[in-house]
């Protein structure tokens, strides 16, 4: 495996291909999950997304939906949602599933039902590892500060605001905001922006660990390729750019920040090619997760919870 570490992810393999569905003997890797963070189940039988849903919720977890998205799935069915839905040249760089909002997933799987004929891995890091490498002056500024997340939906240029919050009621959209302490602003277009203010680090509830749980690196504007970011600044403004990030207070975060962020992120990846039948199950607070560019047919689903 590229970039393999013996801990991450732990590896549980079947040499009778057994029904995952029908394993009752893995509850002690479950329970070393807060340690590991990461667990990869391999050569199971496992035939279908319901042999998955199933599988997924038998750890006593009610499944989530996907509410407040900031990338395009498609639901399978109850529970199981395509993974992001993004070119297959791109490449999603890792992060903690919505950690840009102040709920998120305990737990996310990944079951690779097609995996594509080159790239298109999921590489995971330590959250942990990544906390821990982030330079201090980073480190202390964004603890002390909290982030800001502004989103300005559009169907022109980012996600409408009907699909992030799947309704076409905008008094259900502000009552869904008002209890997640979002706040909100109807836009003369009829177009929707929300900021939201969360903290960039965390301690895991289990292990009392810190980890980096923020999406800074994304949603920030220095995220965006050089000549459309300034296209899109031009345009629109940055007060209207489809997502951006502050400090909590308001201020800018400096782009060489991000920088030094990303770079940590690349240095802790690993990334190992996903196998037919593959089911992926992580801590999403101890690991983060992204995707490797990919050429050929590539089908890959998640549950959420």
């Known amino acids: 495996m590229s970039g393999y570490r013996p801990h991450l992810p732990l ?43 199933r599988f997924a919720s038998g750890f006593g977890k009610n499944l989530g ?44 799987w990944f079951h690779c039902i097609r995996p594509s004929e080159t790239g298109g891995e999921t590489p995971i890091a330590d959250s942990r590892l990544v906390y821990q490498r982030i330079p201090q002056a980073i480190r202390d500024e964004f603890t002390a500060k909290g982030l800001l997340y502004v989103r300005n939906y559009s169907a022109a240029l980012d996600l409408p605001w009907q699909q992030v919050f799947n309704t076409d009621d905008p008094s259900m959209v502000e009552r869904y905001c008002a209890d997640h302490g979002i706040e909100w602003a109807w836009k003369q277009d009829g177009e929707l922006q929300t900021r939201q203010r969360c903290p960039a680090v965390l301690q895991h509830p289990t292990t009392h660990e810190w980890v980096w749980f923020n999406q800074a690196h994304l949603f920030h504007s220095s995220a965006i390729e050089p000549s459309l970011r300034k296209t899109l600044l031009d345009t ?70």
């Open 236 to 305: 629109v403004g940055e007060e209207n750019l489809p997502r951006n990030v502050y400090f909590g207070d308001g201020s800018p975060i400096a782009d060489a920040a991000l920088e030094a962020i990303r770079s940590v992120y690349d240095q802790a990846a690993v990334a190992f090619p996903w196998q037919a039948g593959d089911v992926l199950m992580l801590d999403n607070l101890l690991v983060a997760h992204g995707r490797n560019a990919f050429s050929g047919e590539r089908k890959v689903v998640v549950a959420m919870a």
């Open 11 to 53: 590896v549980i393999s079947s040499e009778t291909k057994e029904a995952l569905t029908s394993i009752t003997a893995e509850t002690s890797a479950f329970e070393r999950l807060p340690t590991v963070g990461a667990i990869l189940y391999r050569n199971f039988r496992l035939t279908s997304p319901l042999d998955f849903k």
């Open 65 to 108: 939906t996907y509410e407040f998205g900031s990338t395009p799935r498609s639901k399978v069915f109850a529970g199981i949602y395509t993974s992001t839905e993004y070119p297959a040249h791109q490449r999603i760089p890792l992060h903690n599933e919505q950690s840009y909002t102040s709920q998120w997933p305990s737990l996310i």
